[in-house]
């Protein structure tokens, strides 16, 4: 009978003991992995949108909005998720002219800038893609390629100062932005304008006059 005790208490203790042995290993792992914090949280959560978002990336032009200063950060972007970027330029035909009518100023302007968007994402051998488009609707015209193009998003620049009195956001952006179906990004550009781009870049990049 002693020998059988002895024995229970034996099996008893090795069960407390893998017990509190157990209770200690996850306290201890508790400390040592504490829970991601709010912050770490939000920006997993942006992370993952981020990828989801740049998978089909529009750069948008027209004579009234000025997206140079944001093909570097499409780019770079598009870099890192191996996206395609599509360079699109908009020029808005008056009703006093035919649809398809011949205009060669504004032609001459777009194949300036889609070329300029077209060399920076070569040298960063990024895909890219231009377009240029005559339309009734500057919004209407990119709004139809998003839906065509299945866009994750839009990137627009800010209008052109000394056309619309120096204001970083014109009609046709916020119009664009209320009725697109994805995100939109409106880049504004600073005060030197030059955040993003290289020197190399800004050489061959000329502004639309």
């Not at 200690?24 to 508790?30: A, H, K, P």
């Not at 997993?44 to 950060?73: N, R, Y």
């Not at 893609?129 to 990137?155: C, F, G, H, P, W």
């Amino acid at each position: 009978m002693i020998a059988w005790g002895a024995a229970h208490i034996s099996v008893a203790g090795i069960l407390a003991a893998i017990i509190i042995a157990g209770s200690v290993g996850s306290t201890l792992y508790w400390m040592l992995t504490p829970p991601a914090s709010y912050v770490q949280k939000i920006a997993k959560k942006a992370e993952t949108e981020l990828a989801e978002m740049v998978g089909s990336l529009i750069v948008a032009f027209s004579p009234e909005i000025d997206s140079s200063h944001m093909v570097a950060l499409a780019v770079k972007l598009a870099r890192g998720e191996k996206s395609e970027v599509l360079a699109l330029y908009i020029i808005e035909v008056p009703y006093t002219l035919p649809p398809d009518a011949t205009m060669p100023a504004e032609e001459r302007i777009a194949l300036d800038v889609l070329g300029a968007a077209e060399t920076i994402a070569n040298k960063n051998n990024v895909a890219i893609r231009t377009e240029t488009i005559k339309t009734r609707s500057t919004k209407q015209a990119v709004l139809d390629v998003a839906k065509r193009e299945q866009a994750n998003l839009i990137m627009l620049g800010s209008f052109r100062e000394g056309k619309y009195t120096g204001a970083p956001l014109s009609r046709i952006i916020e119009e664009i932005t209320a009725d697109a179906k994805c995100d939109v990004l409106i880049g504004v550009e600073g005060k030197h304008g030059t955040l993003l781009l290289s020197d190399e870049s800004v050489q061959s990049n000329p502004q639309p006059v």
